[in-house]
């Protein structure tokens, strides 16, 4: 195929041509997916600068390792995958080192959004929130299939496992996530019996 | 909450995204007409769902993506040019042995084992009684005239209950020496023992000398 007809072409052809060392075509498949990396590591680390140095790094290492890609898998899924990856990577190393991100400085999205009406500053703050609290495979889960679009086989050529497995995940994800938007878990917590609540216990 | 609406409640995530299809839907539908419980907690995901939906990261606009681009523009070709100009990495294991001989290999060497422990393989030692009267022809005579000299007695104690009612040991016993020793009630005790047992099968008398 010509290189004027790049627009039209696959992604299978892009992919080919990137693995003979076309970087023009590698940069197309950049253009193609930067947004939707961008949107899947904002999820997953909620941090607007972090999520962009992951973006970049994961297209780095899908160039770096394109020739090992055997376009057996969707190369959109294989990208989501190094790029999910990377956000691991990334929270391991926050979590040994210790970064809290606020969940109110997370504004990923802008004010003038045509979702204003629809969904209020204070409730988007809340799902954030409440997002933030998942632990990183149910966030990457629900982003995949809500966001994304990504049927329950592709999630697992993504996140490892079964579809079974994944639609298992997704559903534990969403409950949880209803859970915290309720503020159910407070209840549960109010009434867990604290360790000096159960030391004042008389014992027989 | 019932076992039953526990086991749908797992189904409707998918039933709100129109993927359940067959036996599950029907069971899901018919299920939901009359739990109230779990209508609830359907609108309360469908909810939860609408709530991700509305709330999308927002695209952070042009200027951001032409930066981003510029960037990872220099970092790629920076790459390519150091993939293209650099030495080509040679890695160990391009000089190792490739895996699959491995079978071979060992297939080989398990079978140079077999055939020296084959090769070197040595009768059992002895029993000193049979040492003495086996040596230096351990076989058997070829006819009944040829062993006037040596006799033997093969015996064969298959079972438990044999081995425990004989005393010694008559497998490869000459019965010569043993007869000698004893007295005559005594070797007929022994001999009725014997023929006992051949008559079982579990042993065969072969001719002696002594009488």
């Known amino acids: 195929m010509k290189a004027g007809n790049d627009k039209t072409m696959t992604d299978y052809q892009l992919v080919a041509r990137a693995q003979s060392g076309e970087l023009p075509a590698f940069e197309e498949l950049v253009h193609k997916y930067q947004r939707e990396i961008y949107g899947l590591a904002c999820r997953l680390v909620s941090d607007a600068e972090e999520a962009r140095d992951l973006t970049q790094q994961a297209f780095l290492q899908a160039f770096v390792h394109i020739r090992s890609f055997r376009q057996q898998a969707q190369f959109r899924t294989w990208l989501f995958r190094i790029a999910i990856n990377q956000c691991y990577s990334y929270l391991k190393t926050r979590k040994k080192f210790g970064d809290p991100v606020d969940a109110d400085e997370v504004n990923l999205t802008a004010d003038d959004s045509p979702e204003r009406e629809v969904i209020t500053q204070e409730e988007r703050q809340r799902l954030y929130a409440a997002l933030a609290r998942l632990p990183a495979k149910q966030r990457a889960v629900i982003t995949l299939k809500v966001e994304r679009g990504l049927s329950y086989e592709e999630i697992s050529q993504v996140l490892g496992g079964t579809a079974g497995a994944a639609r298992v995940n997704y559903c534990q994800a969403l409950k949880t996530l209803k859970k915290y938007l309720k503020g159910e878990d407070d209840y549960e917590m109010a009434v867990r019996t604290t360790p000096a609540a159960v030391a004042r216990i008389p014992r027989r | ?211």
């Not at chain 2, 077999?114 to 000193?128: D, K, N």
């Open chain 2, 1 to 211: 909450m019932k076992w039953r609406c526990a086991l749908l409640q797992r189904r409707l995530p998918e039933y709100l995204d129109g993927e359940l299809t067959g036996f599950w839907l029907r069971l899901v539908k018919a299920h939901l007409e009359g739990c109230p419980q779990c209508r609830q907690e359907l609108e309360a995901l469908g909810q939860v769902v609408q709530a991700l939906k509305a709330a999308p990261v927002e695209d952070p606009g042009p200027e951001f993506w032409a930066q981003f681009n510029r960037e990872l523009h220099l970092k790629l070709a920076q790459t390519a040019h150091q993939a293209e100009t650099g030495p080509a990495p040679q890695r160990p294991w391009q000089f190792r042995i490739p895996y699959y001989l491995g079978a071979p290999a060992l297939a080989i060497l398990l079978m140079v084992v077999f055939m020296y422990y084959q090769g070197t393989e040595r009768p059992l030692p002895l029993a000193p009684q049979q040492q003495m009267t086996q040596a230096p022809k351990p076989s058997l005579p070829a006819t009944m005239d040829e062993q006037v000299e040596e006799s033997y007695v093969l015996a064969t104690l298959d079972d438990g209950a044999g081995a425990a009612e004989m005393d010694e040991d008559f497998t490869t016993l000459d019965l010569d020496p043993v007869l000698a020793q004893l007295t005559e009630k005594e070797r007929e005790d022994l001999l009725k023992r014997l023929r006992a047992r051949e008559k079982d099968g579990s042993c065969v008398i072969l001719p002696y000398s002594v009488s």
